[in-house]
């Protein structure tokens, strides 16, 4: 007979979204148990280590992190579980670029790019910047007017929202904009090509859509970040896992679980309410409340047929999904390279393709610039990879031990070369450790539907669904729930996930403690 173990809640995987949120409940008092089918913690966010290189596995570029009064709500998490001076933050404004304009360095801020623009495209440019830029502040100002640890789904949202009331009232008429397609405002302000196909790529790089499909919302948070006076970008020491980890010991230091090698089998139903879930060893793990971070096609692959209505689950199902990545991995010899490498780097073959374009943006990180310790002395670690553009259909089927699919790997990867090699020419003799990841990859160790980054719901079909699903007890957070891809969307929804499940006055004690 199986074992049997209880917890309050059972989260379904530790990417940040879960850890998000599992962490935040395990704070409000709740037992939780968090089941990771991989043996390393963060999802697509997690580190891992070769033969002394440190590598990031996904995200790599991070912003609002450093400082308290941040509007990051993955800092808001980390504040609220007591962890968010336990990492440390590297901090950096300029970035490389190599696009068909030409290849220079940029910075965050708007006085650096309108220098650019200048040079670039003219003083007719710069004032349309400028034009774009004041119609960005109240949309910038609305974005901000709520912070994200306010917001819960349930009627109480009325009290936690109550101080931000004013704010939200003056900010009324640029919030009715928030929702609409960040086209709308550069089709009213921006007639520049240049400064088009860089708004694009910056949408892109934010919601995995052009931005056609990009929410207003959305680029007003990363204006009122990025293109503020003094502002610097982040990158955590440690790497990746650094971030992971200061998750970890929030969960744990308020008595949940983290379960490695933990692969959840089925989700178990009884009557009409999610009761607990079944790991593939065959233990049970009983649970008031389960909570999935895994995708949701992948969730839904979960629930016992029958168990939710058949036109959610086929119009989940038919959720339009993003493609996947093609990563390079390297750890090369850095003796001789110059000082003043980037840590990151991004090229653009040809604006007229399409961002989207298959191996069309490519983006490259050398975070041993920022924290040498993730290499061994005068050695650096490097990430190039293409951010959802892979199309998962060119390895549907391959078998990953064939020499097929080493000459796949070999065929899709030269780009990435080619791109790295625009920035360290002589690379490929200088290389230790090697690795290539596919959508194949990313399927297998992130247990993620055929590798997609997540689903690619544009703003003009409507927002992403909530973490409510039709059965009772089963609870949906990370990328395929409200507000969708990236980073600080995923740490925001665990934030709501986990406020609405406590009590109102938990949860404005916890804005207390974060927000002041």
């Not at 999610?274 to 009983?286: F, I, K």
């Not at 010899?333 to 003043?340: C, F, H, N, Q």
């Given at each position: 007979m199986?074992?049997?173990?209880?917890?309050?809640?059972?989260?379904?995987?530790?990417?940040?979204?879960?850890?998000?949120?599992?962490?935040?409940?395990?704070?409000?008092?709740?037992?939780?148990?968090v089941?990771?089918?991989?043996?390393?913690?963060?999802?697509?966010?997690?580190?891992?280590?070769?033969?002394?290189?440190?590598f990031?596995?996904?995200p790599?570029?991070?912003?609002?992190?450093?400082?308290?009064?941040?509007?990051n709500?993955?800092?808001?998490?980390?504040d609220?579980?007591?962890?968010?001076d336990?990492?440390?933050?590297?901090?950096y404004?300029?970035?490389?670029?190599?696009?068909?304009?030409g290849?220079?360095?940029?910075?965050?801020?708007?006085?650096?790019?309108?220098?650019?623009?200048?040079?670039l495209?003219?003083?007719?440019?710069?004032?349309?910047?400028?034009?774009?830029?004041k119609?960005?502040?109240?949309?910038?100002?609305?974005?901000?007017?709520?912070?994200?640890?306010?917001?819960?789904l349930?009627?109480?949202?009325?009290?936690?929202v109550?101080?931000?009331?004013?704010?939200?009232?003056?900010?009324?008429?640029a919030?009715?904009?928030?929702?609409?397609?960040?086209?709308?405002?550069?089709?009213?302000?921006?007639?520049?090509?240049?400064?088009?196909?860089?708004?694009?790529?910056?949408?892109?790089?934010l919601?995995?859509?052009?931005?056609?499909?990009?929410?207003?919302?959305?680029m007003?948070?990363?204006?009122?970040?990025?293109?503020?006076?003094?502002?610097?970008l982040?990158?955590?020491?440690?790497?990746?896992?650094?971030?992971?980890?200061?998750?970890?010991?929030?969960?744990?230091?308020?008595?949940?679980?983290?379960?490695?090698?933990?692969?959840?089998?089925?989700?178990?139903v009884?009557?009409?309410r999610?009761?607990?879930?079944?790991?593939?060893?065959?233990?049970?793990?009983?649970a008031?409340?389960?909570?999935?971070?895994a995708?949701?096609?992948?969730?839904?692959?979960?629930?016992?047929?029958?168990?939710?209505?058949?036109?959610?689950?086929?119009?989940?199902?038919?959720?339009p999904e993003?493609?996947?990545?093609?990563?390079?991995h390297?750890?090369i010899?850095?003796?001789?390279?110059?000082?003043?490498l980037?840590?990151?780097?991004?090229?653009?073959?040809?604006?007229?393709?399409?961002?989207?374009?298959?191996?069309?943006?490519i983006?490259?990180s050398?975070?041993?610039v920022?924290?040498p310790l993730?290499?061994?002395?005068?050695?650096?670690?490097?990430?190039?990879?293409?951010?959802?553009?892979?199309?998962?259909?060119?390895?549907?089927?391959?078998?990953?031990?064939?020499?097929e699919?080493?000459?796949?790997?070999?065929?899709?990867?030269?780009?990435?070369?080619r791109?790295?090699?625009?920035?360290?020419?002589?690379?490929?003799?200088?290389?230790?450790?090697?690795?290539?990841?596919?959508?194949?990859?990313?399927?297998?160790?992130?247990?993620?539907?055929?590798?997609?980054?997540?689903?690619?719901?544009?703003?003009?079909d409507?927002?992403?669904?909530?973490?409510?699903?039709?059965?009772?007890?089963?609870?949906?957070?990370?990328?395929?729930?409200?507000?969708?891809?990236?980073?600080?969307?995923?740490?925001?929804?665990g934030?709501?996930?986990?406020?609405?499940?406590?009590?109102?006055?938990?949860?404005?004690?916890?804005?207390?403690?974060?927000?002041?």
């Open positions: 199986p074992s049997i173990k209880t917890a309050d809640i059972v989260v379904i995987g530790s990417g940040i979204g879960g850890l998000c949120c599992g962490a935040l409940l395990a704070r409000y008092g709740y037992r939780v148990t089941c990771e089918s991989h043996t390393i913690p963060g999802g697509a966010a997690h580190g891992f280590e070769r033969q002394g290189f440190i990031d596995s996904g790599s570029l991070y912003s609002g992190m450093s400082y308290r009064a941040s509007t709500p993955l800092r808001h998490v980390l609220a579980v007591g962890e968010g336990s990492v440390t933050w590297a901090n404004n300029t970035w490389g670029v190599r696009i068909p304009e290849d220079f360095d940029t910075t965050v801020g708007n006085d650096q790019f309108a220098d650019l623009l200048r040079n495209r003219g003083e007719a440019a710069v004032q349309e910047w400028r034009r774009l830029q119609a960005m502040v109240p949309l910038g100002k609305a974005a901000t007017a709520l912070p994200p640890a306010a917001l819960r349930d009627l109480g949202a009325a009290q936690t109550a101080p931000y009331a004013w704010e939200l009232l003056r900010n009324a008429p919030l009715s904009q928030s929702s609409q397609p960040f086209s709308t405002v550069l089709d009213r302000t921006i007639r520049d090509p240049f400064i088009r196909h860089w708004m694009n790529m910056l949408c892109f790089l919601s995995g859509l052009p931005a056609e499909g990009t929410s207003t919302a959305e007003a948070f990363m204006f009122a970040e990025w293109y503020r006076p003094g502002v610097t982040d990158y955590p020491i440690g790497g990746s896992a650094a971030l992971v980890n200061a998750l970890v010991r929030g969960l744990e230091k308020y008595g949940g679980t983290l379960r490695l090698g933990a692969h959840v089998k089925e989700i178990l009884e009557g009409d999610a009761t607990g879930v079944t790991l593939r060893s065959g233990e049970v793990l009983s008031g409340t389960v909570i999935s971070n995708s949701i096609w992948d969730t839904l692959k979960l629930v016992p047929d029958g168990a939710l209505p058949k036109t959610f689950v086929e119009e989940r199902q038919a959720t993003c493609p996947s990545f093609l990563h390079l390297l750890g010899d850095g003796e001789g390279l110059p000082p003043d980037a840590c990151h780097y991004i090229t653009v073959e040809d604006w007229e393709r399409g961002i989207d374009a298959p191996q069309n943006l983006v490259m050398i975070p041993t920022l924290d993730l290499a061994p002395p005068g050695k650096h670690t490097i990430h190039v990879y293409t951010p959802a553009t892979e199309p998962y259909e060119l390895w549907q089927g391959c078998d990953r031990r064939s020499p699919y080493a000459q796949l790997k070999a065929e899709r990867a030269a780009p990435l070369w791109a790295l090699e625009r920035i360290i020419p002589d690379v490929r003799h200088r290389v230790e450790v090697e690795l290539v990841g596919t959508p194949l990859t990313h399927e297998r160790f992130l247990r993620c539907h055929r590798g997609s980054y997540g689903p690619a719901i544009s703003v003009q409507g927002l992403f669904p909530g973490p409510k699903t039709p059965l009772e007890g089963l609870l949906c957070v990370g990328g395929s729930t409200f507000p969708g891809i990236g980073l600080p969307a995923v740490a925001a929804c934030l709501m996930t986990a406020n609405t499940l406590t009590s109102v006055s938990q949860h404005r004690q916890m804005l207390r403690d974060v927000l002041g």
